[in-house]
């Protein structure tokens, strides 16, 4: 059990509450992880906040104008009806859409029709739902993003289990250390496996040749008797910086891989979109040789999941944004792109302008809202501390050995001073400063 799962357990014991909780109820606690960081953040940190998953101009979140402008357009059943358990049908068929002209892999290969969720986090978690039962093993990618623990391992009792993405040395992804971490999982009869690109926290994406080993292996096991099931976590998919990155989700290629292969893509319109508090996200299946019965009975199961907990997404989140592309938002969504893909580049060129300090190495990254270092011989909680304390800058301490930066939430002309901050900071906490 979480040590904070325990400690909220002790306050509560000789109280009929703590007498009637269940084994999730006694499992549950709220972690002192991204959320709780990037609230001391809010009060703390007077001169740069780079801590929650958005993209911001002077510390405003970024809005497609057509977004704002189609709220008060809604009609009533728009704005506060019921929506239909797996989505309003004209945005479902709009997203499968958009999938495949997202992912030209995708080719002549059949996919289910999306199922729409509030948000990515419910999407990955009713996933969870149908497909893990306690004790369930799941490979994620390290470093992982703070909340597949509260899904796998809390709610579903599962275990996650670490699948090396990079080594010390490495610039991109360990492609012979996942091969064989992998493989050595498939022994146990299944492979249930995380892929989360562009990664949250390291901000890494695959070049198209890495992705194409990726799916050569799953395939490869695959085809040696394994049953295998691929959750694609693309909630930053399409901000992709490099000329040499995939700009395609490994979600295209596998769901026409092979038949003991289970794709599943959980998107949305959220980063790129820039509609994060919509809470709007997407469940499709992929698999080689499935037919539409097939995808109906999974999209029910999946139905069931959504209609046994919030019934339903918010209907006016759903009309807004379909009412927002049909009107178009091309030219500002390349806007900001461009914004993001600035403060990338100014990021990147300070970390290889300067020596850096002997407790930082910069993970590779290359796409999405954030890049992070690895503490060495520092403890990145403490880090994050004296950043908020000193310099009034806000970042993510993640495993005690991971601090995550959000550029996207970053202006550009604060990028130089918060780097220096935070290679400062660093320094001191080194015997030998440079």
């Not at 809390?154 to 971490?181: C, H, P, Q, Y």
């Not at 890494?204 to 395939?219: C, D, F, N, W």
């Not at 954030?370 to 908020?388: D, N, P, Y």
């Amino acid at each position: 059990m979480n040590p904070l799962a325990a400690e909220l357990n002790k306050t509560l014991e000789g109280t009929v509450a703590y007498r009637l909780l269940s084994d999730f109820g006694r499992r549950i606690y709220f972690p002192k992880g991204i959320i709780a960081q990037s609230s001391e953040a809010k009060e703390k940190a007077f001169f740069a906040n780079a801590t929650i998953g958005m993209a911001c101009k002077d510390g405003v979140p970024l809005r497609l104008s057509e977004v704002g402008r189609n709220f008060p357009l809604l009609n009533e059943a728009e704005s506060v009806g019921y929506a239909p358990t797996a989505g309003v049908e004209e945005l479902r068929l709009l997203w499968k859409e958009q999938i495949i002209k997202k992912n030209p892999q995708i080719k002549g290969a059949s996919i289910s029709m999306p199922v729409i969720a509030p948000g990515i986090t419910a999407g990955i978690s009713y996933t969870a739902d149908v497909f893990m039962d306690a004790g369930a093993q799941v490979m994620a990618g390290h470093p992982w993003w703070d909340n597949y623990s509260l899904i796998f391992e809390e709610r579903r009792g599962a275990v996650l289990k670490k699948l090396s993405f990079f080594n010390s040395s490495s610039s991109s992804l360990d492609l012979k250390t996942i091969e064989k971490e992998l493989r050595k999982e498939a022994q146990n009869g299944f492979l249930r496996v995380i892929l989360n690109f562009p990664n949250n926290p390291s901000g890494y994406s695959p070049t198209v040749s890495e992705a194409a080993r990726l799916v050569e292996i799953i395939g490869s096991i695959a085809e040696a008797g394994t049953d295998v099931l691929v959750l694609c976590d693309d909630a930053y998919f399409g901000l992709f910086y490099e000329e040499e990155t995939s700009k395609e989700s490994i979600f295209g290629s596998l769901c026409a891989l092979n038949e003991r292969v289970l794709a599943v893509k959980i998107d949305g319109p959220t980063k790129e979109d820039y509609v994060w508090g919509l809470r709007l996200a997407a469940v499709t299946f992929g698999c080689k040789g499935m037919k539409e019965d097939a995808y109906e009975a999974l999209i029910k199961k999946m139905m069931g999941a959504v209609r046994s907990s919030v019934s339903c997404a918010s209907s006016a989140s759903q009309f807004a944004y379909l009412k927002a592309c049909k009107n178009g938002s091309k030219e500002e969504k390349t806007r900001y792109f461009k914004m993001l893909k600035e403060r990338y580049l100014a990021v990147k060129e300070f970390i290889a302008g300067r020596e850096s300090p002997g407790a930082l190495r910069a993970m590779p990254f290359n796409s999405g809202y954030f890049m992070s270092f690895q503490t060495i011989g520092v403890c990145a909680e403490e880090l994050r501390k004296a950043l908020l304390k000193k310099h009034g800058i806000g970042t993510i301490a993640i495993n005690g050995d991971c601090l995550r930066v959000a550029f996207a939430s970053l202006n550009k002309e604060q990028i130089y001073d918060v780097y220096s901050a935070l290679y400062d900071t660093a320094r001191e906490f080194t015997k030998n400063p440079f």
